[in-house]
């Protein structure tokens, strides 16, 4: 079992920046795609975006394009997700999920296996 914890998150103005980790515990995610999330109160959770185990590849959804920036570091047991130019949108509470993958460059969708207890986001106007 793996417990993963977010940290980073709280108040920024519109257009500052926030660096938002993911650090696990209990095993490591070497072997696991990774993702983040984001769940506004009343709406469902979102996609934000995912790397591969190797690091080589990576997804975005589109308004968080050119934005953000997902990386990890394999030997910080850690995931990470820098925030730039962000939206009063932006808004959410953020999560960290994992998921086994068998390939080191597949960047995982569909469900996953392991979540973080979340890390608010919130951005002024």
């Known amino acids: 079992q793996v417990q993963l914890v977010e940290s980073g998150g709280g108040l920024v103005q519109a257009g500052g920046s926030l660096r938002l980790s993911c650090t696990a515990a209990?095993?490591?995610?070497?072997?696991?795609?990774m993702g983040w999330f984001r769940q506004v109160p009343g709406k469902e959770r979102e996609f934000v975006a995912a790397?591969?185990?190797?690091?080589?590849?990576?997804n975005y959804e589109d308004s968080v394009k050119g934005r953000f920036s997902i990386s990890r570091d394999r030997s910080k047991n850690s995931v990470y997700l820098q925030m730039n130019s962000l939206k009063p949108e932006d808004t959410a509470i953020y999560y960290c999920?994992?998921?086994?993958?068998?390939?080191?460059?597949?960047?995982?969708?569909?469900?996953?296996?392991?979540w973080g207890q979340g890390t608010q986001v919130t951005v002024s106007s």
């Open positions: 999920a994992g998921k086994e993958v068998l390939t080191s460059d597949y960047v995982p969708s569909g469900e996953y296996d392991y």
């Open positions: 209990g095993r490591t995610i070497y072997t696991y795609g």
């Open positions: 790397i591969s185990r190797s690091g080589r590849s990576t």
